[in-house]
């Protein structure tokens, strides 16, 4: 495992900010962490980075304790902060070489590269930049090192929309070399599309873990019958009814389904993935 | 890493310090221009209107309600009719004290608390180095940028003596050998790297770089008004020595050829030095033990 988390815990005061988080993320997979603000997210991300003490529990990258030997666990990370805040007395060069340097790497030409993919004038000084700019600058500095782990802490956040398709697209790169990515976001499309795996916190606790391939097998049916029968057919699940308008979620093999639909009654009917955000909403809506 | 480190430091302190620089060289040529008018021209149109002796002068001017200006000159022991021990006045000048302090504090009180107001040192951190490297990183830019500040008022103290004339001149109590300044630098020194030891030890516990710079600045204002008043009210004497400033008299070592061979002289300095180690070594652990907020 490059990540593991066991009984992460953090107490500020007499509040727990993170509730016994078990973790682990391997090399390669893209892991989101979902949750509303104070879920504890950033909290554990804060935990791995060594800038918080865990009250309880421990946690590791690539093998190294992240709070005693804080050192070498970070020279496997590559961090964008969600709070982004950079050397405005800088320019972007400056910045990208200067944090380059305490990596002990320079690499001149893999950073003109990824700079005018990202479409960023480097030669301005930071200060002049926009909310935006400044964070493609800030994603230049954690992706040129390729570390073995990268964590991105709401990282498409001021991205506008083509930026946002690019960076995902390099975390897909960046899992096709082997390098893993654990992000927290707030966009659930964003985390469906690239996402092998996600955990979604609720007051501390991960009180949900999901795998994404799965997710993408199982449909959300929504269908108008002309009978009052409840529908029967295996695989199908989670019903609830509205006068005649049923809906329920289906886990098998989609031409069956339809085979099977075909010889009802069917007057309307709407076949979507079941997504991220009907399994969030059961954690964080109204009804929560 | 740690050369990286520095460098980047003192890169963003560099405008600063030729200002600070600038200030003090600067101040130190003024007084020894008022140097030369008192101990030039004042002194002596004063023995000749009125036929009063040095001796005259120094306990009608003083003494009494002229103690503070004592105080702030340096004690007794100052001859105003000699050009060297009025112009060792300009070191322990109030003006030159605030200036110095304001640098020690305004730097140390930004070197944490100012990085994780400012949400920087989230970035720094989150690369390959130790929160050590950091303190000892500013330790670093101090003993590379508090000699420069010395040297500065050294420059000061030999151009103004050379622009009024004091080198070289043929009358003895106006005569300035410049390089008898040198050893009071160290003084100098160590009084900086003791204010800035203490308020990086505060920085290292802070999160707000105004309120760590408050702090500091009420700590520093109430040592110097405590050092102040202990000199001129007796009762208040007993508690000078638990002030930084009653540790800084450059002065004897300046007018003094032999001021090695007095032990109050390395006493002084010593504690200087100790606090500064303390107040870095305090920074150190505090620092490598706290948690590191989020920037608001």
Same mark, same amino acid.
């Given at each position: 495992?490059?990540?593991r988390?066991?009984?992460?815990?953090?107490?500020?005061?007499?509040?727990?900010?993170l509730?016994?988080l078990?973790?682990?993320?391997?090399?390669?997979?893209?892991?989101?962490?979902?949750?509303?603000?104070?879920s504890?997210?950033?909290?554990?991300?804060?935990?791995?980075? &060594?800038?918080?003490?865990?009250?309880?529990?421990?946690?590791?990258?690539?093998?190294?304790?992240?709070?005693?030997?804080?050192?070498?666990?970070?020279?496997?990370?590559?961090y964008?902060?969600?709070?982004?805040?950079?050397?405005?007395?800088?320019?972007?060069?400056?910045?990208?070489r200067?944090?380059?340097?305490?990596?002990?790497?320079?690499?001149?030409?893999?950073?003109?590269?990824?700079?005018?993919?990202f479409?960023?004038?480097?030669?301005?000084?930071?200060?002049?930049?926009?909310?935006?700019?400044?964070?493609?600058?800030?994603?230049?500095?954690?992706?040129?090192?390729?570390?073995?782990?990268?964590?991105?802490?709401?990282?498409?956040?001021?991205?506008?929309?083509?930026?946002r398709?690019?960076?995902? &697209?390099?975390?897909?790169?960046?899992?096709q070399?082997?390098?893993?990515?654990?992000?927290?976001?707030?966009?659930?499309?964003?985390?469906?599309?690239?996402?092998?795996?996600?955990?979604?916190?609720?007051?501390?606790?991960?009180?949900?873990?999901?795998?994404?391939?799965?997710?993408?097998?199982?449909?959300?049916?929504?269908?108008?019958?002309?009978?009052?029968?409840?529908?029967?057919?295996?695989?199908?699940?989670?019903?609830?009814?509205?006068?005649?308008?049923?809906?329920?979620?289906?886990?098998?093999?989609?031409?069956?389904l339809?085979?099977?639909?075909?010889?009802?009654?069917v007057?309307?009917?709407?076949?979507e993935?079941?997504?991220?955000?009907?399994?969030?909403?059961?954690?964080?809506?109204?009804?929560? | 890493?740690?050369?990286?480190?520095?460098t980047?430091? =003192?890169?963003?302190?560099?405008?600063?310090?030729?200002?600070?620089?600038?200030?003090?060289?600067?101040?130190?040529?003024?007084?020894?221009?008022?140097?030369?008018?008192?101990?030039?021209?004042? =002194?002596?149109?004063l023995?000749?209107?009125?036929?009063?002796?040095?001796?005259?002068?120094?306990?009608?001017?003083?003494?009494?309600?002229?103690?503070?200006?004592?105080?702030?000159?340096?004690?007794?022991?100052?001859?105003?009719?000699?050009?060297?021990?009025?112009?060792?006045?300009?070191?322990?000048?109030?003006?030159?004290?605030?200036?110095?302090?304001?640098?020690?504090?305004? !730097?140390?009180?930004?070197?944490?608390?100012?990085?994780?107001?400012?949400?920087?040192?989230e970035?720094?951190?989150?690369?390959?180095? !130790? !929160?050590?490297?950091?303190?000892?990183?500013?330790?670093?830019?101090?003993?590379?940028?508090?000699?420069?500040?010395?040297?500065?008022?050294w420059?000061?103290?030999?151009?103004?003596?050379?622009?009024?004339?004091?080198?070289?001149?043929?009358?003895?109590?106006?005569?300035?050998n410049?390089?008898?300044?040198?050893?009071?630098?160290?003084?100098?020194?160590?009084?900086?790297?003791?204010?800035?030891? =203490?308020?990086m030890?505060?920085s290292?516990?802070?999160?707000?770089?105004?309120?760590?710079?408050?702090?500091?600045?009420?700590?520093? =204002?109430?040592?110097?008004?405590?050092?102040?008043?202990?000199?001129?009210?007796?009762?208040?004497?007993?508690?000078?020595?638990?002030?930084?400033?009653?540790?800084?008299?450059?002065?004897?070592?300046?007018?003094?050829?032999?001021?090695?061979q007095?032990?109050?002289?390395w006493?002084?300095?010593?504690?200087?030095?100790?606090?500064?180690?303390?107040?870095?070594?305090?920074?150190?652990?505090?620092?490598?033990k !706290?948690?590191?907020?989020?920037?608001?």
């Amino acid at each position: 495992m490059l990540l593991r988390t066991e009984q992460l815990t953090k107490d500020y005061g007499t509040c727990r900010a993170l509730d016994h988080l078990d973790l682990e993320i391997k090399p390669g997979e893209i892991f989101g962490l979902l949750g509303p603000n104070g879920s504890g997210k950033s909290t554990a991300l804060r935990i791995l980075l &060594g800038f918080l003490r865990p009250t309880a529990g421990k946690a590791w990258i690539a093998g190294h304790d992240c709070w005693h030997n804080s050192l070498e666990a970070r020279r496997q990370v590559g961090y964008l902060p969600g709070e982004l805040r950079l050397y405005e007395n800088m320019t972007g060069r400056q910045l990208v070489r200067f944090l380059g340097r305490l990596r002990q790497s320079t690499q001149t030409d893999a950073e003109i590269r990824l700079a005018r993919a990202f479409d960023i004038d480097t030669s301005r000084p930071i200060a002049e930049l926009s909310s935006g700019m400044k964070r493609k600058v800030a994603l230049l500095q954690v992706l040129l090192p390729q570390t073995p782990l990268l964590i991105l802490d709401e990282p498409t956040n001021t991205l506008d929309p083509t930026m946002r398709d690019e960076l995902l &697209g390099k975390l897909s790169a960046a899992r096709q070399r082997g390098q893993a990515v654990l992000f927290s976001s707030h966009v659930l499309a964003e985390v469906e599309k690239v996402c092998d795996r996600v955990g979604i916190l609720r007051k501390g606790r991960l009180v949900h873990m999901q795998n994404v391939a799965e997710l993408r097998e199982v449909k959300r049916v929504r269908a108008r019958f002309a009978g009052t029968a409840a529908p029967q057919f295996p695989g199908i699940r989670a019903v609830t009814r509205h006068e005649n308008d049923w809906s329920f979620e289906y886990a098998g093999p989609l031409p069956d389904l339809l085979g099977w639909l075909a010889g009802q009654a069917v007057q309307d009917l709407k076949i979507e993935p079941l997504g991220l955000a009907g399994i969030y909403q059961k954690y964080h809506g109204n009804g929560a | 890493m740690m050369p990286v480190l520095v460098t980047k430091l =003192l890169r963003d302190v560099r405008t600063g310090l030729i200002l600070v620089c600038i200030l003090l060289a600067a101040f130190q040529v003024l007084w020894a221009r008022v140097t030369q008018r008192i101990s030039g021209h004042i =002194l002596d149109s004063l023995q000749q209107l009125g036929g009063l002796s040095i001796e005259d002068i120094r306990t009608t001017v003083f003494q009494g309600p002229g103690q503070i200006i004592q105080a702030i000159m340096g004690g007794e022991g100052i001859r105003i009719d000699h050009a060297a021990d009025m112009l060792s006045i300009s070191y322990v000048h109030p003006l030159t004290i605030f200036i110095l302090s304001t640098w020690a504090i305004g !730097r140390a009180s930004g070197a944490i608390a100012g990085e994780i107001d400012r949400g920087t040192m989230e970035l720094l951190l989150a690369q390959p180095i !130790r !929160r050590s490297q950091v303190v000892l990183a500013h330790l670093l830019v101090d003993l590379w940028t508090i000699p420069v500040l010395c040297l500065s008022m050294w420059g000061g103290t030999f151009l103004g003596a050379y622009l009024v004339g004091f080198i070289g001149n043929p009358r003895a109590t106006l005569a300035v050998n410049p390089w008898a300044f040198g050893p009071g630098l160290l003084n100098v020194f160590l009084l900086v790297f003791a204010v800035s030891g =203490l308020t990086m030890w505060l920085s290292s516990a802070g999160r707000f770089r105004w309120r760590v710079l408050g702090l500091a600045v009420i700590l520093g =204002l109430l040592q110097f008004l405590v050092n102040l008043i202990g000199q001129l009210w007796d009762p208040a004497k007993p508690f000078r020595p638990f002030t930084v400033f009653y540790y800084y008299q450059p002065q004897p070592m300046m007018l003094e050829t032999s001021w090695y061979q007095h032990g109050d002289v390395w006493l002084r300095l010593g504690v200087l030095a100790a606090v500064g180690t303390i107040g870095y070594g305090m920074a150190l652990w505090t620092f490598c033990k !706290r948690d590191l907020p989020a920037p608001l």
